[in-house]
């Protein structure tokens, strides 16, 4: 079955800028949206963005300014990049797989195991 | 803030059935569906009701979905220790543009 493997830096100083890629294994890549999701400590989760294998992306209008999704294909991986990062941002960090039956969209069916991050000077 | 309203906690007795609201508006719950999600302690959440009341594989029958204008429910049936955790619910907004979430009830079982 589809399965999400995520990493990246974990403590990152005010400014600088979180990166973080998932690498999905076992299924198709193609024919999903890819997309990040975060979940600030003891808080309800909270959509980033996603992106799609022909590399077509949608943003939280409240990160747009901030944040950069891509793809790589080759290797069937999917990147964050959120920059200028405060502590606000300091949250767990998911990858996801999203898709759509019918009517309904953004059905997160697979996950990541998720990465803290921590904003701290 | 979140956009979706949920009750912070709720609890029950092994073998009781609980419910768990999920209250959004007209430009999430009320033209979209929505799909909930299990996060088990230190645990990625899971896909646990989706399209309002559709179960994926492998989730059992004691858990069901339902919707009724701008509001939804998870209802949970022969409550088991196993349960005890967050849920969270989730729904496309159309004037956001974005998924959107609620804040998350803890279900404790006593």
């Known amino acids: 079955q589809v399965q999400l493997q995520q990493w990246g830096a974990g403590l990152l100083k005010p400014s600088e800028t979180l990166s973080l890629t998932c690498a999905v294994y076992?299924?198709?890549?193609?024919?999903?949206?890819w997309t990040w999701i975060r979940q600030p400590p003891g808080k309800g989760l909270d959509w980033i963005g996603e992106?799609?294998?022909?590399?077509?992306?949608n943003y939280n209008p409240s990160l747009k300014s901030r944040v950069t999704i891509s793809v790589d294909t080759s290797k069937n991986h999917f990147s964050l990049k959120l920059n200028s990062v405060t502590a606000a941002d300091t949250a767990v960090y998911y990858c996801?797989?999203?898709?759509?039956?019918?009517?309904?969209?953004?059905?997160?069916?697979?996950w990541g195991q998720g990465t803290v991050v921590t904003v701290s000077s | 803030q979140s956009v979706l309203t949920q009750p912070p906690s709720a609890s029950g007795t092994p073998g009781q059935r609980v419910t768990i609201s999920c209250s959004g508006s007209?430009?999430?719950?009320?033209?979209?569906?929505v799909n909930w999600y299990q996060q088990l302690p230190g645990t990625a959440p899971k896909l646990l009701i989706y399209?309002?009341?559709q179960r994926p594989s492998g989730v059992p029958d004691r858990f069901s979905g339902s919707r009724s204008g701008t509001s939804a429910s998870l209802a949970i049936s022969g409550l088991q220790s196993e349960d005890e955790a967050d849920y969270y619910c989730a729904a496309w907004d159309d004037s956001l543009k974005r998924p959107v979430f609620g804040g998350g009830t803890k279900l404790t079982v006593l």
């Open positions: 007209s430009s999430n719950i009320g033209y979209n569906t």
């Open positions: 996801a797989r999203a898709y759509t039956v019918g009517a309904s969209k953004n059905v997160f069916d697979v």
């Open positions: 399209s309002n009341y």
């Open positions: 992106i799609n294998y022909s590399g077509s992306t």
């Open positions: 076992g299924g198709s890549f193609s024919g999903y949206y």
